[in-house]
Nanobody
Framework: QVQLVESGGGLVQAGGSLRLSCTTS????????MGWFRQAPGKEREFVAR??YYADSVKGRFTISGDNAKNTVYLQMNSLKPEDTAVYYC????????????????WGQGTQVTVSS
């Protein structure tokens, strides 16, 4: 059974940092492309990052990285803004990196990030 479990969310003041983790099990991690998405209240889920590619809204502030030995992907988030408040999801794609949600086969349950002004 494939599982993706996010952690690291929380409440932070604007300008602060958080690091999200997504630990996977049940899939060959090194063969999957991992991505991060987010969904703000009242909005549709949107792409955030995949390896070497970022949404314009987070470029220069967020960094995605992975550790094959730990089957884990990370999202380092710096200089956080109130508009970054959302539930953050990691996802795994067997088809390669993409910003399209439809390319991803498995999803985590999400972790809440709240940025106060």
């Amino acid at each position: 059974q494939v599982q993706l479990v996010e952690s690291g969310g929380g409440l932070v003041q604007a300008g602060g940092s958080l690091r999200l983790s997504c630990t996977t099990s049940g899939l060959p991690f090194s063969r999957y492309a991992m991505g991060w998405f987010r969904q703000a209240p009242g909005k549709e889920r949107e792409f955030v990052a995949r390896m070497t590619y970022y949404a314009d809204s987070v470029k220069g502030r967020f960094t995605i990285s992975g550790d094959n030995a730990k089957n884990t992907v990370y999202l380092q988030m710096n200089s956080l803004k109130p508009e970054d408040t959302a539930v953050y999801y990691c996802a795994a794609s067997r088809y390669g990196g993409s910003s399209m949600q439809s390319a991803y086969n498995y999803w985590g349950q999400g972790t809440q990030v709240t940025v106060s002004s």
